[in-house]
């Protein structure tokens, strides 16, 4: 077993690197981007660095061996040659070992650059030339100044910090006069009326709430209602949004009717020159929801068909996969999670959308949308498949924003404005007062700030209180 020797030492290097992240300090741990070349002439050369996680990598150039990912490095498999980018997630230690290891024959080499800005720094270098007869391992240690310096900022998308909440157009005088609802609106409430809908922009921009993100299909007049949106925030700072509900277009168990998706996009597209349409670098945003059943093929269709009319949306979509084309992501609900997996899920979508994008120029990096909600009771409408997540007084609201923080969001989404079937609402209700819209308007002050509380990066690659990553569990 060509590895043993070297599965000891990561072994050993685990073990130190979970008693490291379980022990950090509030500011968990960094991220920093590596260079490496890496050369020999053994039958493998295996480079590492402990008390870090080689969380995205790409090769830049290699000469006649093949790579193999490793948790904290590459191995150069066969003589050769690499020159390999990596990002890496370090923990809150003050020096670091980097080991070069190698068969028991031929030779070892390797360099490693810090370039967490415009200028590559030489941290280390190791030359392998030990022993015969048996696998060799060299360290070196580095300080933290060296490997990290102040860490590499990944750049956020938008700079702007949003907080947008998912609006439902379809609620009309008397929609709740009848009804098992869990809870019901303060007062007359009518989406098809401009004065109802200007309170309600104006009520949610007073909780913190920086746009609306109006859920659209081809069903009623959900055109004219997205309409009365964008006129209501005229002359604000509010910004609109449509999501496009792809689920009311499927025409069987696992087609859908492509071209009247098409169609609706393009009638939220030519409201795009409005100042309040939200828009990222000049490209309008859409939401989608449902794409998953869609499928990714299916999805590519319909962005190559809408691009081709010389519009470049940014989509925004429920996956991260670089197969979708999104330009951005999201999760909708957080409900029936417990904030465990909130995190843990959340941080995992922020790697996925920015880490890559940082070593291989050919990959673009998306935005990522945090999710926040008060909690939701679907049972009055749906009795034979009851859920129910408590909103516990606020507590549960809070819980989701303070598990959405670590994944550093471009921006926050709430579920929901105003969805009463699932009673996810954060509006003004019967039951629950403002207490939700109290919540709200904290957590987003705190979030348009992030200076003022401290432990929220206003870059988008500081993760602080980054959970450990589950491959490095024992």
């Known amino acids: 077993m060509r590895r043993k020797l070297l599965g000891v030492a990561i072994v050993v290097g685990l073990l130190v690197t979970l008693l490291s992240l379980q022990t950090a300090s509030a500011s968990g741990p960094t991220v920093t981007r590596i260079k490496a070349d890496l050369w020999g002439t053994s039958d493998f050369q295996d480079l590492g660095i402990q008390n870090a996680w080689m969380a995205a990598y790409h090769v830049d150039a290699i000469t006649g061996s093949t790579i193999s990912r490793g948790h904290d490095g590459v191995t150069l498999n066969g003589p050769g040659s ?66 990290v310096s102040t860490g590499y900022l990944v750049p956020r998308v938008d700079p702007r910090r949003l907080v947008l909440a998912f609006y439902y157009p379809w609620f009309q005088a008397g929609s709740f006069d009848h009804g098992p609802w869990y809870d ?17 922009v104006t009520q949610a921009a007073g909780a913190g709430i920086d746009g609306f993100v109006v859920s659209w299909d081809d069903v009623g007049d959900h055109t004219q209602r997205f309409d009365l949106v964008l006129s209501a ?7 609109v949004a449509p999501v496009i509900e ?88 957080p409900n029936g999670h417990d904030t465990s997996w909130i995190r843990s899920t959340y941080v995992n979508r922020a790697r996925a959308s920015r880490y890559q994008a940082q070593v291989d120029p050919l990959v673009p990096q998306q935005l990522w949308a945090a999710s926040v909600s008060p909690g939701m009771n679907v049972s009055y409408f749906n009795p034979l498949f009851p859920q129910n ?20 969001p471009e921006w926050i989404l709430v579920t929901s404005w105003n969805e009463w079937y699932e009673a996810t609402h954060i509006q003004q209700s019967e039951q629950f007062g403002t207490k939700a819209l109290d919540v709200n308007r904290s957590w987003a002050s705190y979030f348009h700030n992030p200076t003022s509380g401290g432990s929220s990066s206003s870059g988008g690659g500081a993760l602080p209180n980054l959970p450990i990553p589950l491959h490095w569990r024992i």
């Open 82 to 147: 690499t020159t390999v980018s990596g990002i890496f997630e370090v923990a809150n230690v003050d020096s670091f070992t980097v080991s070069l290891g190698k068969a028991a024959d031929g030779e070892a080499h390797a360099r490693l650059y810090r370039v967490n800005n415009a200028t590559s720094v030489l941290i280390a270098s190791l030359d392998n030339y030990m022993g015969a007869g048996s696998q060799t391992i060299v360290y070196k240690s580095v300080s933290r100044t060296s490997l």
């Open 389 to 408: 997540q408590a909103r516990n007084n606020g507590q549960r609201f809070s819980d989701t924003w303070s598990s959405a923080m670590p994944s550093s």
């Open 184 to 200: 019901t609106p303060v007062g007359p409430y009518r989406t098809e009326d401009s004065y109802d809908v200007s309170s309600m």
């Open 233 to 239: 925030a005229a002359g604000r700072a509010f910004y």
């Open 246 to 333: 792809l689920l009311q277009f499927k025409t069987s168990s696992d087609t859908f009717d492509m071209d009247r998706i098409k169609s609706t996009i393009s009638l939220a597209l030519q409201r795009r020159t409005n100042p309040n349409y939200l828009s990222v670098n000049g490209r309008p945003v859409v939401f989608v929801f449902g794409v998953y059943q869609m499928g990714s093929t299916a999805w590519r269709q319909i962005v190559d068909s809408v691009n081709a009319t010389g519009v470049t949306p940014f989509f925004i979509g429920e996956s991260p996969g670089a197969d979708y084309r999104f330009d951005g992501n999201y999760i909708y609900s």
